[in-house]
């Protein structure tokens, strides 16, 4: 029969290794040969520990120490030596229930406030209605693809005080466009910033192309596009020319100790994911 072991986190992916969001399936036999592997090593420290000592007794906590297979080689190798081997009864497994409430109640307060307004600086299309575009209609600009854009805004990811847990991921769209492909796709780079100003802002630049005064750059996520060449997409623009547009997401798990990417993307029906490069500016 074969296992299903659950080690990460959704977006953890590797159909070649069968993984599949966050789980492993592996054979009887690979789940043996991982025994294999350890309980020598679990035998030897004991036979160290034990080594020039009187011992009689050799008690077993914790879940592993509840594995049959394990029992059996500790009971081979010491059992002729007179040393006995005990596992725990049930009320001495309290001590290990208590430990595992200690923990689910140290992980409720993983949880944090934000201390800032987290999020990234990006484009828009040219919306006439919209009373904030129109403050800056002026910098509007036709892109390549024949859309009207206007650069500047402050695209919000997480509110200042918003709670953080420990399993907060999020994910953002982008594309990009190319008027060549002579020097290939390049890398993906994206600041991330901290609004630390009061309340909510439209704009994470002014006018000139300058950060406001309150904004802050956290970090920068950087990724290589080059295996996505094959979900590029070419299409007309509005003078007849041709350019190409690429589409991916970014994964961004929020919770933990430090902040965590991945790089996902479409060929076909497949979702591909790669790595993304963390280089932080300050403290997170």
Sequence with gaps: ANSIIKFGKDWDNDRDHGIFKGRITLTKAEVESTFNEVIPRIVGSCS??????????????????????????LKETFGVKGVGVVTVDESTKKAAAEGAAIWFIKQLVVARAARSTFGIIIWRPFDIKNVVHTQRKHKAYVDDDGVNKI????????????????????????????????NGLGSFAVDIYAWEGEGHTDWGRDESG???????????LKADLSNLTRSLKVQKGPKGQDFWRVEHSVAVLFGGTQLRARLQWYEGDKLCEGPISIIPSSIY
């Design 151 to 182: 650069t500047g805004f402050f695209d919000t990811w997480i509110k200042k005080d918003a709670v953080i847990g420990d399993e907060l991921c999020k994910t953002f769209n982008y594309q990009r466009i190319y008027k060549t492909l002579e």
């Design 48 to 73: 160290n520990l034990l080594s020039g000592r009187k011992v009689e007794h050799l008690l077993l906590v914790g879940g592993f120490g509840e594995s049959p297979f394990l029992r059996k080689r």
């Design 210 to 220: 300058n950060l406001l005064p309150n904004m802050r750059r956290v970090c920068t």
